[in-house]
Every structure is written in structure tokens, then in C-alpha cells.
């Protein structure tokens, strides 16, 4: 079996409606962390890239977790887990919305090896960041070794060979995520060929590590700018024109249906 991925440029809130129930095994996502409004101190080098706090405009508008348990619940296989990454001001507000919902509401620490240096010495290193997990009893779980489950996940954030650039060789999404993490947690809490769910997909990590990891993968996205930089992505890594919105099919599985890609208006190209 040939893995399939499907592109959808619009907005998540209004899609993910069109997947159907109990379809999904991971849901696995990096939605905005609202600091921006935290952040807004800047820093001019000229031997390196500036230091530009000042994150995009959709950093500004408000997540609400709340609004995405309806529509996560429904689309979740019983074997199901979901995983998002989050940050300090953000984590109360998925433990109020999410913790009733499900059996378990953990979370894991993201420690950066190589966080943005503290040039003015004055405070702690911003090294850390958070990752909502959640599931229900019977939850499917590949453990590795005791020393691979910890809830804490070291690793090097996104280096210059993995980092994805404008066309200005400036870097195009502010909080990219490393390959290795995402795979991690794809590994533990999913099997190949089944189907990841990303719903803020950015600059395509998730889906590139679901490729290597033999992952079915839906990707939807809002921000054409993201969404034409992973198409890019995806040509440059697999030598292929990359011109429509599903860029690999080669059968259809388990409840995944012609009638669901037919209401997402996307065509079918087979590779």
C-alpha cells in the first residue's frame, strides 16, 4: 500500500466538518500559542538573522480550545490520540476544555537544546514549550524504552538544512517544528497506514514526517503562503510538478470515501 495526502487551503473550523465520523486515528496539530501580544521586543544583527518577535498576524486572533472539542471528538476513531502543541499561556485553557471530554489529559515538555540565546543576560532562556496529549482507555500506544517515554522530549529545534525560507532567505514560519518530534510522536501513537489529521498545518513537518513513517495524512491550512511554500516543499523533495491540492493517491482506505473528497472539491491525481 502507497501512502495518500490530501491539501486543503482553507480555513480548518469550517473543513474539518466535511471529515467523517470515527475516521481519524491521530490528530496531531501546532495551532497559535497567542503570545504575540507577549512579544513584542526585536533584535538587529548584522552577522546573523534578526531576532523578530513581533510573530504574525495570526498570532493575534484568539484559539478558543473550546471550539475544537466538538468536532475532534467526532472524527476520532476509539483508538485514537491526540497531541497539540501549546505554550505556558495556553496550557489552562486546553486543561478547562479538554480534561472533562476524554479519560486522560496529560502534558509533555518540549526542551529546545538550541533556544534563540539570551543576548541581554537579564532573564531565564525561553528553552521550553508544551504538548497537549489526550485520549480515551484502550487508546492505541506503541511503547519503546523506558527511556524514550519520558514526558519530557529533548531535541534540537528546526536547524538551517530544515528550516523553510521566503524568498528572501528569511525564515517563513516563525515556530516550525523539527521532523524528529513530530515523527516521535507519530510513532508512539499510531501505526502505518493509518490517518494523522493536521488542522493547522503550516509549512508541511507533519506531513513530511508522516511520509517517512508510511502515514495516510490530511493537512488542512488556511494561509496561502504557508500552503504554496509546502506545495513547494513537496516538489523540491520528491521531483514531482505538484499543481493540485492532493498530491499522492493511490487507493482509498478503510471509510475514506470519493464522496468526502468530492464535497472538499479536490481531484484525485494519481502519481
Same mark, same amino acid.
Given at each position: 500500500?502507497?501512502?495518500?495526502?490530501?491539501?486543503?487551503?482553507?480555513?480548518?473550523?469550517?473543513? !474539518?466538518?466535511?471529515?467523517?465520523?470515527?475516521?481519524?486515528?491521530?490528530?496531531?496539530?501546532? #495551532?497559535?500559542?497567542?503570545? =504575540?501580544?507577549?512579544?513584542?521586543?526585536?533584535?538587529?544583527?548584522?552577522?546573523?538573522?534578526? %531576532?523578530?518577535?513581533?510573530? =504574525?498576524?495570526?498570532?493575534?486572533?484568539?484559539?478558543?480550545?473550546?471550539?475544537?472539542?466538538?468536532?475532534?471528538?467526532?472524527?476520532?476513531?476509539?483508538?485514537?490520540?491526540?497531541?497539540?502543541?501549546?505554550?505556558?499561556?495556553?496550557?489552562?485553557?486546553?486543561?478547562?476544555?479538554?480534561?472533562?471530554?476524554?479519560?486522560? &489529559?496529560?502534558?509533555?515538555?518540549?526542551?529546545?537544546?538550541?533556544?534563540? #540565546?539570551? &543576548?541581554?543576560?537579564?532573564?531565564?532562556?525561553?528553552?521550553?514549550?508544551?504538548?497537549?496529549?489526550?485520549?480515551?482507555?484502550?487508546?492505541?500506544?506503541?511503547?519503546?524504552?523506558? =527511556?524514550?517515554?519520558?514526558?519530557?522530549?529533548?531535541?534540537?529545534?528546526?536547524?538551517?538544512?530544515?528550516?523553510?525560507?521566503?524568498?528572501?532567505?528569511?525564515?517563513?514560519?516563525?515556530?516550525?517544528? #523539527? !521532523?524528529? !518530534?513530530?515523527?516521535?510522536?507519530?510513532?508512539?501513537?499510531?501505526?502505518?497506514?493509518?490517518?494523522?489529521?493536521?488542522?493547522?498545518?503550516?509549512?508541511?513537518?507533519?506531513?513530511?514526517?508522516?511520509?517517512?513513517?508510511?502515514?495516510?495524512?490530511?493537512? !488542512?491550512?488556511?494561509?496561502?503562503?504557508?500552503?504554496?511554500?509546502?506545495?513547494?516543499?513537496?516538489?523540491?523533495?520528491?521531483?514531482?510538478? %505538484?499543481?493540485? &491540492?492532493?498530491?499522492?493517491?493511490?487507493?482509498?482506505?478503510?471509510? %475514506?470515501?470519493?464522496?468526502?473528497?468530492?464535497?472538499?472539491?479536490?481531484?484525485?491525481?494519481?502519481?
Amino acid at each position: 500500500m502507497e501512502t495518500w495526502i490530501k491539501l486543503v487551503l482553507w480555513d480548518c473550523f469550517e473543513k !474539518i466538518k466535511k471529515i467523517p465520523d470515527k475516521s481519524v486515528d491521530l490528530i496531531l496539530t501546532d #495551532p497559535p500559542y497567542n503570545i =504575540a501580544k507577549y512579544s513584542t521586543w526585536n533584535i538587529k544583527f548584522n552577522w546573523r538573522e534578526d %531576532i523578530n518577535n513581533d510573530l =504574525a498576524e495570526w498570532d493575534l486572533i484568539d484559539l478558543k480550545p473550546k471550539d475544537l472539542i466538538k468536532e475532534y471528538k467526532r472524527i476520532i476513531k476509539p483508538t485514537w490520540n491526540i497531541f497539540i502543541f501549546t505554550s505556558y499561556n495556553m496550557i489552562w485553557k486546553f486543561h478547562e476544555a479538554f480534561d472533562s471530554e476524554f479519560d486522560t &489529559f496529560q502534558y509533555l515538555v518540549w526542551h529546545k537544546l538550541n533556544p534563540v #540565546p539570551n &543576548f541581554f543576560k537579564k532573564w531565564f532562556l525561553n528553552s521550553c514549550e508544551l504538548i497537549v496529549a489526550c485520549w480515551n482507555k484502550w487508546h492505541k500506544w506503541n511503547f519503546k524504552t523506558q =527511556a524514550q517515554m519520558h514526558n519530557f522530549i529533548e531535541s534540537w529545534i528546526c536547524m538551517w538544512w530544515e528550516r523553510i525560507k521566503d524568498l528572501n532567505w528569511k525564515t517563513l514560519h516563525p515556530t516550525q517544528k #523539527p !521532523i524528529s !518530534i513530530l515523527k516521535h510522536l507519530i510513532e508512539i501513537s499510531s501505526d502505518e497506514w493509518d490517518i494523522v489529521l493536521d488542522p493547522f498545518m503550516w509549512v508541511w513537518s507533519t506531513g513530511e514526517a508522516c511520509k517517512q513513517l508510511n502515514r495516510q495524512f490530511i493537512w !488542512i491550512e488556511l494561509d496561502k503562503i504557508y500552503f504554496e511554500a509546502s506545495k513547494k516543499r513537496l516538489w523540491v523533495k520528491d521531483e514531482i510538478n %505538484i499543481e493540485k &491540492f492532493i498530491i499522492e493517491k493511490v487507493e482509498y482506505i478503510r471509510n %475514506i470515501t470519493v464522496k468526502w473528497l468530492g464535497d472538499l472539491k479536490l481531484e484525485v491525481i494519481n502519481i
